[in-house]
């Protein structure tokens, strides 16, 4: 159902946005230059065994001095909108005071370059790369982060806000809170349920005050979101103790953040299901609706789906649940659940291929906030990409994952969703977080000694796509 014959072209409105993204930590590299200092990406990818390799985003693709030469890369593919981070420590680096001029003015020139070539900027101002002096201070788990980011967010606000009109406050709280806190396969890499909960709260209380401060600090025009990545949450059976398992697992992906944003509540199911790990008395009076700010726009990150059980004790072996390797689980409380492959191809993440569930996602989140318009801002795929002998670098494998997302989504807006554009992620291969450089999510080759960028068969697949409205068939395209 996700491939179109030809007599039926897959066509989107002429409005929806055709873009690729990326985050300032996994890109930029100049790591000590114009005054940044260490994020916790730094200090976590600096400690031994913490990513695969030992490797770190010193240099990462240099595109703090190659954005001139991205940006034209961007504009030749024909993509008319593009995500990227701020790194918070480059414009505040010890996460207070006042900001440095030098590190907001890299972000200007990329977003005068950006509208120079035709493409719509969207600013994500937080994806992961807290201040290390903030979290010597606490990190996430300490309530005062929050109003540190709502400072920072308006000093972005005020830097960008007349030439930027797409704001993203968090991107993918459930990542900084849970892989950061509780399982500790990201930065910080604390293993602490309990905090990771109050990390979850906090980063909420973050976006709201945040929200606050971009609105107070630039033009009403301007729209203001976040990113979750909500994968969709599948009952492996319709028994009830499976049914009460994916209720856990949707709390703590979803309704943890979207219940207090969205609706300005907690579930009551996930009190339940945490009540042996803290007593939830961190939220105090007054939280909800400072949380609970009107959103212009949501967005939402999708790979793969989640297939989960209540807990088989009869099994054995190693979790499945494809956040990566350690002790620690990252769903606090949630010890009963079992997690399943999901039958389908895997790509190099070992995430199964299920565009259904992106058409599920956007469907819940049109009923969860009926009015509130979708963007996804991220989706994509690992594979080993490797150039041909001459040059080329061929993947039809992104082809066919990028055209079964794109078709669902399409489904999804015929479906009455209302999607407002995309975000291919991402745009060129990137410092992949624990697993270093060995994952290419790019629709762009880098070579890491080189440095040089070879658009790959998909980003000219995708740029046809952009430039037409519709999508070609999924095999690779002759020519640009
Ligand atoms: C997202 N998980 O990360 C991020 O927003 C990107 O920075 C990242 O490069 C991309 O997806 C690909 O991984 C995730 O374990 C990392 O469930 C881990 C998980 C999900 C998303």
Known sequence: PDSASPETPVTFPPSFLWGAATSSYQIEGAVREDGRTPSIWDTFSHTPGKTAGGDHGDIAVDHYHRYRDDVALMADLGLTAYRFSVSWSRVQPTGRGPAIQRGLDFYRRLVDELLA???????????????????????????????RFAEYAQIVGEALGDRVEQWITVNEPWCAAFLGYASGVHAP???????????????????GLGTSALRASMPARNSVALSLNSAAIRPFSQDPADLAAAQKIDDLASGIFHGPILHGAYPQTLFAA?????????????????????????GLNYYTPALVSAADPTASGPRADGHGSSDHSPWPGADDVTFHQTPGERTEMGWTIDPTGLHDLIM??????????????????AYDDKPDPDGRVHDPERIAYLHGHLAAVRRAITDGADVRGYYLWSLMDNFEWAYGYEKRFGAIYVDYTTLERTPKSSALWYGRAA??????????????
């Open 274 to 298: 945490t009540e042996s790990i803290t007593d939830w008395s961190f939220v105090e009076a007054g939280d909800l609706e400072l949380i609970n700010q009107p959103l212009d726009a949501l």
């Open 364 to 381: 819940r989140y049109t009923r969860e906030a009926p009015g509130l318009p979708l963007y996804i801002t991220e989706n994509g795929a």
């Open 189 to 207: 890499g604390r293993t602490d349920p309990a905090a990771s909960l109050r990390a979850a709260h906090t980063l909420n209380l973050a976006h």
């Open 117 to 147: 070539h035709g493409i719509k900027p969207a600013v994500t101002l937080y994806h992961w790369d807290l201040p290390q002096e903030l979290e010597d201070a606490g990190g996430w788990p300490e309530r005062d982060t929050a109003y």
């Open 467 to 480: 430039r037409t409205g519709t999508l070609p068939e999924a095999e690779e395209p002759q020519a640009v």
